[in-house]
């Protein structure tokens, strides 16, 4: 394949991620560049690269990269639980942006919440970049993890400050790791992934 050649697939590639936004923008580009550079190489038809640009293996260009990325996110998780990505998902679970914690708690519903707040939010965190979380949200994500007693959920985070901030007014208040929240996260997914319920 000519640099001419090579040089007109980045182009195409360049336009088709035009407008998506980081971090999906440069593995949504290097996904289409990759699929470009193994078509027949006789060349590259206009419906040939809108049918790309529309849909890569049946995925739009965005869930492709979204996919891509968030398998990274996982590893990089994994990583600093000090466990492997599977092990991971023998603690949480993603559906639809929701993370569940999966791995049996056990103890009082108090500890259970701290234990699954912890998991929670330093998943949105790496995996979808998201520092804080809304109340509203992470509720939902401790009651999909099967754990109970949610209307004590804000005095019970409250009571454990030194892992948990706070911010906001009103009933919605947005949730976020402290430092030694953070770290503290880290070890109780690699403890859960362990087989120890941590409560």
Do not use: W
């Amino acid at each position: 394949m000519d640099s001419k050649t090579v040089k007109e697939k980045i182009k195409i590639a360049h336009e088709m991620v035009e407008g998506e936004v980081e971090p999906y923008k440069t593995a949504a580009f290097q996904v289409i560049f990759e699929k470009l550079l193994n078509l027949d190489q006789t060349g590259v038809s206009h419906s040939k690269t809108s049918s790309i640009k529309t849909s890569l293996d049946g995925m739009s260009v965005t869930e492709n990269a979204h996919t891509i990325d968030l398998e990274k996110r996982k590893a990089e998780l994994a990583k600093n639980c000090g466990i492997t990505v599977k092990e991971l998902g023998d603690v949480i679970s993603i559906k639809n942006e929701i993370i569940q914690v999966i791995h049996p708690l056990t103890g009082k519903e108090s500890n259970k919440q701290i234990v699954a707040a912890q998991c929670i939010l330093v998943a949105y965190d790496v995996l979808f970049g998201k520092e804080s979380v809304n109340s509203s949200l992470l509720s939902k994500c401790i009651d999909y993890s099967g754990i109970g007693a949610l209307n004590h959920l804000a005095e019970n985070l409250k009571e454990h400050a030194s892992l948990f901030r706070a911010s906001g007014k009103g009933r919605i208040l947005d949730y976020r790791l402290t430092g030694p929240g953070r770290k503290s996260a880290y070890e109780k997914m690699g403890r859960l992934a362990g087989g120890d319920d941590d409560t």
